[in-house]
């Protein structure tokens, strides 16, 4: 601190900067769903609801579930479960200062959800060799439809998504 004598201002001189070791990603990571994990607590003790809270760290993104018996935290086809999941990444921004692709599940519907997909994404790849004609399906959000193309391409064949939200959709193309 320093004060000038002529008009009498004292000025603050700032700290020297201590060096900051970045946190390790998967620390961070971790720390996501920690974060999410807290905010769900807090939600479901509002909201007067049971439900245990899992986190796990899986290709490299943070994996928050809530093990519940009811439905009511999906909603009509995950429209809840997606809400919610915006809310956690949300919260985790607001703390971390940076964006989140944490997954949310509920009661094990995206797990769910995620064997439907491939099974209906290989009868269409089954069609669509058989018949060599593209196969668009139906609409889909951005979860089911990165599991439609992960799928299509694990099977040789080509899918792009098309259309605009909420009617976007995968066509499934022939290799």
Same mark, same amino acid.
């Given at each position: 601190?320093?004060?000038?004598?002529a008009?009498?201002v004292v000025t603050?001189?700032?700290?020297?900067?201590?060096?900051?070791e970045p946190?390790?990603?998967a620390?961070?990571?971790?720390?996501?769903?920690?974060?999410a994990?807290?905010?769900?607590?807090?939600l479901l003790?509002i909201?007067d609801?049971?439900?245990?809270?899992?986190?796990?760290?899986? +290709? &490299?993104r943070?994996?928050?579930?809530?093990?519940?018996?009811? %439905?009511?935290?999906?909603?009509?086809?995950? /429209? $809840?479960? !997606?809400?919610l999941?915006?809310?956690?990444?949300?919260?985790?921004m607001t703390?971390?200062?940076?964006?989140?692709?944490?997954?949310?599940?509920? +009661? &094990?519907?995206?797990?769910k959800?995620?064997?439907e997909?491939? %099974?209906?994404?290989?009868?269409?790849i089954? /069609? $669509?060799k !058989?018949?060599g004609?593209?196969?668009?399906?139906?609409?889909?959000?951005?979860?089911?439809?990165?599991?439609v193309?992960?799928?299509?391409?694990a +099977? &040789?064949?080509?899918?792009?998504s098309?259309?605009e939200?909420p009617?976007?959709?995968?066509?499934?193309?022939?290799?």
């Open positions: 601190m320093s004060e000038n004598e008009t009498g603050v001189e700032p700290a020297a900067a201590s060096p900051v946190a390790d990603a620390d961070e990571i971790e720390n996501e769903g920690e974060l994990a807290d905010y769900l607590e807090e003790d909201a609801l049971d439900g245990d809270i899992d986190t796990y760290v899986e +290709a &490299g943070a994996h928050v579930s809530i093990v519940t018996t009811g %439905e009511k935290l999906v909603g009509r086809d995950g /429209e $809840v479960l !997606e809400a999941q915006d809310l956690c990444r949300l919260a985790v703390q971390q200062g940076r964006r989140s692709r944490l997954m949310l599940d509920v +009661a &094990g519907h995206r797990e959800r995620r064997k997909l491939q %099974e209906m994404a290989a009868a269409a089954a /069609e $669509v !058989e018949s004609s593209s196969m668009a399906l139906g609409a889909m959000n951005p979860f089911e439809r990165k599991i193309h992960d799928t299509v391409a +099977a &040789g064949l080509v899918s792009e098309e259309g939200e009617k976007r959709h995968v066509v499934i193309k022939p290799a």
